[in-house]
């Protein structure tokens, strides 16, 4: 992608949802052992609890994910004021993008019986911004967008939400490794 439709992009979206997330047209509620049928990501580091919605004509997805104050990353970041790191919000915004391709790669509005993860790597995070604390004790909301797949690259731009405000844009790019 173009850098320019990128920051125009992320600038679009520092200040409103991607979408509505209560409009979207397939209701889901897949929890964890549905997720793990495809993607690779496991505890402590899967950071998708709950895929909510889906809209497969304007590729987005809606998911949650509890910010549980037992984690031992508020321990560490930091302990007067504990915080979820930007770098895992940006992962839990990537992880349901994964969860995304699988939907759109396979054409379904649900996960299968046949399901396998999504094998793929990160290659970029083409921008973020980071615009309100992330803390624990809550269930933040995932989004996300497909922006473009060509067979091998797929890209997405993604938000966490605090209640409706954004705290967290990026667009990101992972390899799909796939035959």
């Given at each position: 992608m173009d850098p320019n439709e990128i920051d125009s992009i992320v600038k679009k979206l520092r200040k409103k949802p991607l979408f509505d997330r209560g409009a979207l047209p397939v209701k889901l509620d897949y929890g964890p052992e549905s997720i793990h049928q495809i993607i690779p990501?496991?505890?402590?580091?899967?950071?998708?609890?709950?895929?909510?919605?889906?809209?497969?004509?304007?590729?987005?997805?809606?998911?949650?994910?509890?910010?549980?104050?037992?984690?031992?990353?508020?321990?560490?970041?930091?302990?007067?004021?504990?915080?979820?790191?930007?770098?895992?919000?940006?992962?839990?915004?990537?992880?349901?993008?994964?969860?995304?391709?699988?939907?759109?790669?396979?054409?379904?509005?649900?996960i299968g019986s046949d399901a396998t993860p999504v094998p793929a790597r990160a290659t970029r995070i083409a921008s973020a911004y980071f615009l309100e604390p992330v803390s624990p004790n809550q269930t933040v909301t995932l989004l996300s967008k497909k922006l473009e797949f060509d067979g091998y690259f797929a890209s997405m731009v993604g938000q966490v939400l605090v209640g409706d405000k954004v705290a967290v844009v990026a667009v990101g790019e992972v390899i799909i490794l796939e035959d």
């Open positions: 990501h496991r505890p402590p580091l899967r950071l998708v609890d709950r895929l909510t919605g889906y809209d497969p004509d304007q590729g987005f997805m809606s998911g949650e994910l509890f910010l549980d104050p037992k984690d031992p990353v508020f321990a560490g970041h930091f302990p007067e004021v504990p915080l979820f790191p930007g770098n895992l919000s940006v992962e839990a915004i990537g992880q349901l993008g994964l969860c995304m391709y699988y939907f759109v790669a396979k054409n379904r509005t649900d």
